[in-house]
């Protein structure tokens, strides 16, 4: 089996196996890499795979913002705001091939992905302080078993 269809199998279970929140972090920090990418593509004057790493983040906010319910949460709308904002910049970026306006459009979304993922890092470890704590099972004097006698534990 070659190493590009191993990573593209290792990758879509990767996707299909996450949850919702780590699916948007994945997915941002896609948008950081495709805009990264189009930025030096721009500087180096390879139009095509400037527009291709800017279609790509496009996609992405598209997805974003349509799967968006701006009445769930207060911020909702601001947010809303500034994914049809990036909207707009990224197809403008893709038109001008301006690199300093894509850097510009990474300068929005860097902050916000790295707040994604420590929002993230926090439901992650609520959910893991409601894990209740194993218990090792008494042994025959009602004492808890050492658990190095199998080796486990």
Do not use: K
């Not at 949850?19 to 890499?33: A, K, S």
């Amino acid at each position: 089996m070659n190493l590009a269809l191993t990573r593209s199998r290792f990758q879509a279970n990767a996707v299909a196996t996450a949850g919702p929140h780590r699916i948007l972090t994945m997915l941002y920090d896609r948008l950081v890499l495709d805009i990264d990418r189009a930025q030096a593509a721009q500087r180096a004057g390879n139009d095509r795979e400037a527009t291709e790493a800017l279609d790509h983040a496009y996609a992405i906010v598209s997805g974003l913002a349509s799967t968006l319910d701006v009445a769930t949460w207060s911020g909702g709308r601001a947010l809303m705001d500034l994914y049809l904002y990036l909207l707009h910049e990224l197809l403008g970026c893709s038109i001008a091939g301006d690199a300093d306006r894509t850097a510009a459009c990474g300068a929005l979304v860097t902050p916000l992905r790295d707040a994604w993922h420590e929002a993230a890092a926090t439901v992650v470890a609520d959910a893991v302080a409601l894990i209740p704590t194993a218990r090792t099972p008494p042994d025959a004097f009602g004492e808890p078993a050492a658990s190095s006698e199998l080796g486990v534990g």
